[in-house]
């Protein structure tokens, strides 16, 4: 994890997986999940994996993820959630179970978060270096909100042919530590990743040039031949 404001010398990307139309309910206010922003019980935990393949289709090749962001259509009566907070893990995994993902870090701390129509954009309190090989897990949870029964904002989302999400929610406990009995879905809410792309280090890169006649050092980046010329320029 790195700070939020960190020195980005690397252009900033802003890619979005999944692109459906359709929202977690056919409601305009409902009570179906997923939905990253919803009152419908007061207590929710939700986990979204991405797969290293939709995250790479999408254009990310690793790097330092500053926000996420999800698209609101219909604003539901409530829209400030207490304690928001979101946790972010590489991961095997290629589908979600009912089990919770545990080895997560936390990226937003727990507080109150406004929803508006439209894209919302959650900034990050610390970045989290994505190696871009690895599946994404992000957690949202959300504790201790106000208002009753007031619903979800409908979000929308896309069909995944693999377990995508899970979610538990609860009227009257907080569930951010719960750890089990998720309820899965094959459905995400479609995401806007900012990525601060990473510079290589070629330091850690293993070189072997061919043929080695005449070179001064065949394992190094840039070796030279005997007339000092760069090899390969």
Known sequence: LLPSNINCTMPVVISQVGNGTTTN???????????PFGNFRLNSKQQYLYRASELQAAGIKGGYINSLAFYVKTLAPVTTYNNYT???????LSALTTDFDTALAEVYHPKPFHVIQGWN????????????VSSL??????????????????VENTSTNFISSTTISN???????????????QKRPNTRFSVCGIKADT???????????????????????????????
Not at 25 to 35: Q, V
């Open 86 to 92: 979101v946790r972010m893990h590489c991961s095997t």
């Open 171 to 185: 009227f009257g406990n907080p569930v951010c530590s719960v750890l089990g009995g998720a309820t899965p879905s």
């Open 121 to 132: 954009s959650i900034d990050f309190d610390q970045s989290y270096a994505w190696d871009g």
């Open 25 to 35: 309910t056919a409601n305009i206010l409902a009570s179906a999940y997923p939905s």
């Open 203 to 233: 330091s850690r890169f293993n070189y072997s040039w061919t043929p080695t006649i005449g070179l001064s050092d065949p394992t190094i980046i840039n070796p030279y031949n005997n007339k000092k010329t760069p090899h390969g320029t």
């Open 137 to 154: 897990v992000v957690e949202i949870c959300m504790d201790a909100n106000t208002g009753g029964t007031q619903q979800n904002c409908a």
